[in-house]
């Protein structure tokens, strides 16, 4: 059976809009990032993610350093990044930045890891695009090894091997809960299991339902290999508002801002507001009313037989004051109303 459900919310720290319209700083953006999950951890929320990017339109390119100042503001919500670019990383860096967010936060940091959707990171740190599957694949092989021994005997193609090789700060109990991201790749559903690590799921356009196989090729790739189940988690965004149609006023404008600045770089046609309505009403847009917003996530959950679901609230310049009320409406009513749903706890008064 899967574990009980677990609801968060995710953010890129994408660079919002002041209450003039001007994009703020990112250091403000930061600072911003810390109240969202204060916020959250406020209403019960069970996760609050941010992602790693290293662009002018994202402010966090260090996830674990807001983390670690997040956790000494919080007191029960889980803390990790969305995602952790592994392969332009150390390891045993990473290893050791979120074992110290372990630590201030007292056992309740994570770690998702992917190889990412963007690539800004690889020139940057001096790493070749052209060994992008090899770096992504070395580098677990060795933070799996961090998380599960104190003393690591490791050898690699890439780096220098070690040999009973302490890491610090260990970590104070247990094992650090890491996920792997994926986002359409069965060769990574299957790295997945074989490394015996959660599989969280990125599903950023069209229906949640086409993942059941993804789910089903987990679930069986645990089997062959004679291991415990383990959870399945979906990223998706969306945006909560009091109705579907004020979700929809507030939400679009930034969000055709976020995908047409992407979308130019990639080759993509500007958006539609006939293609935004499609990604509501059928695809992995989580967008409406508490209640529709609700439904649609209970969905997913039963579909694909869900531990954990994510959504990512940020879009572009989509200002602070939004985001605020809709991880309010998210906590106080989404997260009940889908725990109903799913049949693991009656709704909140």
């Known amino acids: 059976m899967p574990a009980p459900l677990q609801l968060g919310l995710d953010t890129f720290g994408d660079v919002t809009a002041g209450p003039d319209g001007v994009l703020l700083p990112h250091a403000q953006v930061i600072r911003d990032l810390v109240e969202q999950a204060v916020l959250a951890d406020g209403l019960g929320i069970d996760f609050f993610g941010i992602g790693e990017h290293h662009r002018d339109d994202f402010a966090v390119s260090s996830p674990e350093t807001v983390l670690a100042g997040i956790a000494t503001r919080t007191s029960r919500i889980r803390l990790g990044s969305a995602v952790t670019v592994l392969s332009s990383d150390d390891p045993i860096r990473v290893f050791q930045r979120f074992s110290t967010v372990d630590a201030l936060s007292s056992g309740r940091a994570e770690v998702i890891l992917g190889r990412g959707s963007f690539t800004e990171s690889f020139p940057l740190f001096g790493f070749d695009l052209r060994q992008y599957e090899t770096l992504f694949e070395e580098k677990l092989d060795l933070f799996v090894e961090l998380i599960r021994k104190k003393r690591v005997t490791w050898k690699g193609r890439l780096r220098p091997p070690l040999e009973d090789q302490p890491?610090?700060?260990?970590?104070?109990?247990?094992?650090?809960?890491?996920?792997?991201?994926?986002?359409?790749?069965?060769?990574?559903?299957?790295?997945?299991?074989?490394?015996?690590?959660?599989?969280?799921?990125?599903?950023?356009?069209?229906?949640?339902?086409?993942?059941?196989?993804?789910?089903?090729?987990?679930?069986?790739?645990?089997?062959?290999?004679?291991?415990?189940?383990?959870?399945?988690?979906?990223?998706?965004?969306?945006?909560?508002?009091?109705?579907?149609?004020?979700?929809?006023?507030?939400?679009?404008?930034?969000?055709?801002?976020?995908?047409?600045?992407?979308?130019?770089?990639?080759?993509?046609?500007?958006?539609?507001?006939?293609?935004?309505?499609?990604?509501?009403?059928?695809?992995?847009?989580?967008?409406?009313?508490?209640?529709?917003v609700a439904r649609k996530i209970a969905a997913t959950v039963k579909t694909l037989g869900l531990s954990r679901f994510q959504l990512k609230i940020s879009a572009g310049p989509l200002p602070q004051d939004r985001l605020l009320r809709c991880i309010a409406l998210y906590g106080r009513e989404v997260v009940p109303m889908v725990r109903e749903l799913v049949g693991e706890a009656p709704a909140l008064a």
């Open 167 to 292: 890491v610090f700060p260990p970590l104070e109990a247990g094992e650090l809960t890491t996920w792997i991201g994926v986002g359409g790749s069965p060769e990574s559903v299957v790295r997945a299991a074989r490394y015996d690590l959660p599989l969280m799921l990125a599903i950023i356009g069209g229906p949640a339902q086409r993942f059941a196989p993804y789910a089903q090729l987990y679930r069986d790739a645990m089997g062959r290999l004679g291991q415990a189940e383990r959870p399945i988690g979906v990223h998706s965004p969306g945006y909560v508002a009091a109705s579907d149609a004020l979700a929809a006023e507030e939400f679009f404008p930034a969000y055709k801002a976020m995908r047409d600045r992407i979308g130019a770089e990639r080759g993509w046609g500007p958006m539609t507001r006939e293609e935004f309505e499609r990604e509501v009403a059928g695809g992995s847009l989580y967008l409406g009313s508490p209640q529709t």
